[in-house]
């Protein structure tokens, strides 16, 4: 029997519900990035006013190799991040959602809280932490292990860590979610029928969390080629990602049109990831957090 | 070895691998609150020189940063009922009507979840400045609605999945019509799923460094104020204030959370 | 009969989805006051469509319906005098069962006091008198339909529309609640129009049913009608159990009619019947009796294929020359010969003979040519 419903007038309702988010979207997202990548074929004139000339100097720009070493840099930090955040996040996410069942609403919520406190706060509170005056070279020296304080801050390192503090709830929250679908019944048919722990492992449970996995690795990766700041606190202006590039465009360097085209990279990026999501099987309502 | 001890050392080792991870998930902030305390007055202040609560009395003088926090307050409740708004009526608006032009409007909602922040933002900025929209509160709020509003709709739509559309057609045929349906029908069923996507509205909105970093002309929230002081180290002040937001986020969220879950079991 | 007043007219009415077939082809209906009319049809036949027209959920895409004599097109559902309740109760489920039942009147603006009144008796009626505190997910599949019966006869509607109101509800509970349905529409004297699929409920409940099937009005009549004198194919092999042969008519006399059909010749009852006309004949396996030499105006041999006892019938299946399965139901002990060929034949009156304009024409056009 059809379902579909169809009292009269059904325009004026739908517009109104529909209409209100149809123009933001295409206002605020479909112009701006569609504006964006028209900016890329600018130039600047000698005032700093942007002319259209359809240059594609924009464009053999980025392939400056100063830039092309942060991209490469970018990219390493972002592999390494969302490597990180699966070895860390899945047996975390393993164990808060199949084994400590009983107390896995509040493990959820821990997860959540420190949201609640601005990024930005946080990634300086690791600084505070990690600075040469900071608790752990106090503590260091205070317990004799080290005689002067070390310098942990301003590498490539601590700039993965902030990476995977920020990121790594995006990673836990979407395998939670997977692994907690998962059937019981399945992990004991496979023993039941054999297979041992790691064979289990291989077979059912990581291919059936794997969307989890998949989703989980879009939500971080993306995301870490465009966190100007961690790379501004933690690594100290010596080590940058795309993000810093851009960021750069858009305030001292005051070079818009450049920073369109370095955007577009990410634009690039972003899409053809979110393309090896899709023939992966990948859901997009799963990247909704 | 006994396979008993060896479940037991399993769930042990499972135990302290989870207190590892909140350890690193709590750590910078139980800095932020411990230095929240800190009697130190000399930059950057970082050396623990004593306890004291001077630092709540000395942020209620500190006018710029206090402002930065207002700014901040009121972005998020401003954004908060405009994304929630639009993405409710949008959300309930696609589930109950075929049209065409939806597999656009889906697309273009995927975008703000995906893309880099620092995309959205620098192209916001681009046609704020275009259209000579003087940057400042205003377009804080379009941006930050715009980033929000995907996220409501999607918290919405789990809500709807399980929607039985005859509640509405029962209302109407009982008398009511559209509108009184709508506001007493429809939205208390969808409570739910609208206050968790207005919440989740208001989390992003606070967190949000990046895009209002290129969307806020002369207007501080509290995440660029910091971020402007950095370089000379952050006074404990904002971490008393930091402090302070977070007890007031978690109070807040618990509050809600346990009347939703409370209607929920109803 | 005597004179009853029409409360419900359905004239020429049409529904076509955009992109789809007709789903009501040129429907008419009458709906008397104060009956119980059931809506009978397997799934996709039109009766959903047509209830939820009378309720204002659809369109009508041509044609009329009257309520009370007044036009009802231009009426979104909520200024219709109709109410409806639902196949999956559509309870509110953020509202207690008295929110529930009380919301129609709340939207009426009526005083609370007697809003509490109302609302209270009712629950009594339905039997749910101190549930009123409850939410809907506290409740049972039989009190949920309750409350929804509750809640849309509250309203005092002229019409009450029920879609499949029992379908969720297991076979106990549904035989329970089809009494208590019946006992409310007597006491309330309120029009029902009912939607089912289930025969059963059909004939028990209705004091008219309505059949229908692909969209067409089959037949609408009594229960008894339906069964003694289905209009249709359609209707004869739907309701009950039956035994349809297509042929021919040989001969009329008065109101005896002899049909040709391919394995001889058989007799019915029936008027209106001209020789050559293409008929079916539709005689209840109940109906059907035997004998092992040929009886005056039937030539039908049948070998017995299979007999099955199930309690105290013996139903057995005969064959036709032409290979077509004949169904016979008998007390236990009246076995058929197992052996050699009987003659089946019925009281003229037990074979009703139906115009046979539809699907089965060929069927019947090849029988005439071997006739």
Redesign the interface.
Known sequence: ????????G?TL??L???G???L???L??????I??VF?TFCSLDANYNLVFTFTLDNYKRLFDANYVQIYAQSLLIAFSTTLICII?GY??AF??AR??TKKKAI?YM??I?????????????????L?S???LN?MLTKLHIISEPAEFLFNRGTIILGMV?CL??YMILPLYTAVEKLDKSMIEASKDLGAKGPATFLKVILPMTASGIFSGS?MVF??C?????VAD?LGGGKSDVI?NL??RQ?QSGNN?PL??AL?VI??AI?LLL?KIYQICGGD??N??? | MNRRIKEKIK?TA??I??AL??V??????V??VV?SFNATTSK?Y???KGFTFAWYGKLFENTVLLASFGHTVLLAVVSTLLSTA??T??A???Y????K?KGL?DG?????????????G??????FA?ASVPRGMITLV??H??FS???V???I??RLSGYD?SIE?ASMDLGAN?VYTFFHITLPVLAPGIGGGAL?AF?LS??D??IS??TNGQVKT??LK??ES?KSG?APD?NAL?TL??VG??LL?ILTQSGIFSKHKK | MEEKKIIVEIKNVNKV?QG?NA?VKDLNLNVYEGEFLTLLGS??CGK??TLRMIA????ITSGTILVEGENIE?K??FERNVNTVFQTYALFPHMTVFDNVAYGLKIKKKPKGEIKTKVMEMLELVQLGGFEKRYPSQLSGGQKQRVAIARALINQPRVLLLDEPLGALDLKLRKQMQLELKRLQRKLKITFIYVTHDQEEALSMSDRIAIMNDGILQQVGTPVEIYEQPATRFVASFIGETNLFDGAVSSVDGDKVSVSIESGVITGKGTDFKVGEMVAVSVRPERIKYSVRPVEGFTVPAAVKEQVYVGSVLKTIVVLPNGNEIRIERLAGEELPAEGMVYLYWKDEDAKIIHSFDNNIFAAIDNIQLA
């Open positions: 029997m059809k379902k579909k419903k169809n009292f009269r059904n309702p739908a109104v519900m529909v209100p988010v149809t933001w979207l295409l605020l997202v479909a112009v701006p990035l504006y964006v900016m860390a047996p975390f164990l808060i084994v400590f493990l821990l997860v809280i420190p949201f609640w406190t601005n990024s930005l706060i946080r990634i300086y509170g690791w600084r505070t932490f600075g005056s900071g608790w106090n503090y790594i709830p879009i993306i995301p080629l465009g966190y100007f700041f606190i993000g851009i960021e858009f818009w920073g369109a955007s990410l634009i972003t979110v997009m309502e990247l909704g957090v | 769930y499972g135990i691998y989870c991870v909140y690193f998930l709590f750590l910078p902030i800095v932020i230095n950057p970082l050396s623990w639009i993405g009526l949008a309930v608006g696609m109950k009507y075929h049209f032009g409007i273009l909602l995927y975008i703000p979840v995906v893309i880099p922040e620092i995309v959205l620098i192209s916001l900025l681009t046609v275009k379009l941006a609605v715009t509003i995907p996220f709709i999607f918290n739509r789990a559309n057609e559209r989740l989390t606070i967190d460094v990046i970093y290129f509290f995440p910091v971020m950095i952050v904002v930091s937001i977070l986020t978690s969220v | 989805y789809t789903v799934s996709g959903t469509t204002g959920f659809e369109d231009d979104e559902p």
